[in-house]
């Protein structure tokens, strides 16, 4: 973990036994209210409390479930030193508040995997981000290869599917009307939907009668969302983490002059949200990876998409102006670029 005083890195379970050994002299008998401050609620607690008789249990189980972020504990304030510092000063505990707050940094240098060779790079998110991460990715691509052995399963929802494919974009009827097997809907699927946004594939889940796919999606979009405000740019930047896209995409970097230190994933995506409000086109941008040097996103597209995108752009630069942005490549051509009109001290560093 980095210093206890600027740290707002996420604790996990892992850091259980740390911070049980940091609060050793806690008094055990106001474990109650902790859970509460930390925001627990009261029936999770009662059932802590039903479970075992002895108070160190109930103490414990209580870190375990604030460290899980069960119940309102992400409303409150997520698990971090910084917060467990608060929790206290609000119990009274000002000499353990001090304590954690003086934790050298050595004791808690930030929690890291090794770094891990992927595609000729290294991780090194925070372990439960990166994690939590790759497994929502696998988990989505498994949801997606559901929905679609279902589909086959039955012909007359294929042709459903893609009547509703070519009504979202008509001039790609040719492309969409020769998808002939599992495949080649995933690679076309992929084209409108990935981890970052999938409302399509939820919209043709629910059209096709797929309640148990329809539910799943919407549960893992809530999730996704609370990944998406927790992952900082830059941290996502150092990662090895990278979308490739479908075959023939096109790459479309955001520069943006957003403080590095607290802009978040779920930041950028509000970003698009409200920048491409033409849901067609929204929907086709995927995150691929960050630069943090100048803070740039780095987006791919379909590319048949190109030269509707670089339309869009020219006509909207004073929109973009005021989202912060600088500049603005698509296919590796600048489309926007304010740079020109900037002072030295504005530029990203």
Sequence with gaps: ?????GDTSILNIHDLQQVWTELKEFPLRNWREF???AGLYYTTLSNIEANSTKVEDHFMECLSCWLKRK??????????????EKILEELGEQALADRVRGLSSDAHEEQQV????????????????EDEYFRMTTEFANILKRFVIQIFKEKEKLKDVKMSLVGIRPSRRKEINEVDDETELIQVLRNYC???KFPILTTLARDMKMSDI??????????????YEEILAKDFAKSAIEYCGTTGSREVTFEVLWPIDRTT????EQFLAAAFRSQDINMLIHLKTVHSSRLTFVCVIPHWLVEEMKDYIV????????KGVVEITVDGAIVFSVKHSLEPHQLPS
């Design 214 to 227: 329809t539910k799943e999606l919407n549960q893992f979009e809530e999730k996704r969302k609370r990944l």
């Design 35 to 37: 859970g509460l401050t």
């Design 71 to 84: 119940d309102n504990v992400n409303k409150q304030g997520m698990p971090t030193w910084r917060r467990l």
């Design 194 to 196: 990935s981890l970052r």
């Design 315 to 322: 006509k909207n630069g004073d929109l973009f102006e005021s």
């Design 265 to 268: 994933l779920d930041d950028f």
């Design 114 to 129: 090794e770094p891990v060779t992927t595609s000729g790079h290294s991780i090194y998110l925070p372990e439960y981000l």
């Design 1 to 5: 973990m980095e210093a206890v005083g």
